[in-house]
């Protein structure tokens, strides 16, 4: 059974940056397409970020409005993780991430951030990010 864990959250002020880490024991996520989701106080969990399987052919990187050009979302191959690094951080980026493996596709779809709702899919219990001065 695979277990995911994130890791990194904090509070922070605004402009800065912070790396979320998504780690997982006893598996290889270099074999699972990763998303990343937030949600916050009040709001419905938001889509952030769908990584493919590392050399997945035609494999695309998807970031949500909201974020692109300020997180990039990676792998750290040797260390079995999957980093999200979050840069210029707002206010608004205050919320719970979560981490999710979908180990069926090899590839983010176009509708990415429906991708993690089947039963065989995994998420993490997240991590608190606050972005406050």
């Known amino acids: 059974q695979l277990q995911l864990e994130e890791s990194g959250g904090g509070v922070v002020q605004p402009g800065t940056s912070l790396r979320l880490f998504c780690t997982a024991s006893?598996?290889?996520?270099?074999?699972?397409?990763i998303g990343w989701f937030r949600q916050a106080p009040g709001k419905e969990r938001e889509g952030v970020s769908c990584?493919?399987?590392?050399?997945?052919?035609?494999?695309?990187?998807y970031y949500a409005d909201s974020v692109k050009g300020r997180f990039t979302v990676s792998r750290d191959t040797f260390r079995n993780k999957v980093i999200l690094r979050m840069n210029s951080l707002k206010p608004e980026d205050t919320a719970v991430y979560f981490c999710?493996?979908?180990?069926?596709?090899?590839?983010?779809?176009?509708?990415?951030?429906?991708?993690?709702?089947?039963?065989?899919?995994?998420w993490g219990p997240g991590t608190q990010v606050t972005v406050s001065s």
């Open positions: 006893g598996v290889d996520l270099d074999y699972y397409v």
């Open positions: 990584l493919s399987r590392l050399n997945a052919r035609g494999g695309t990187t």
């Open positions: 999710a493996a979908d180990h069926g596709s090899q590839v983010c779809r176009s509708d990415w951030t429906d991708q993690f709702s089947d039963v065989n899919d995994y």
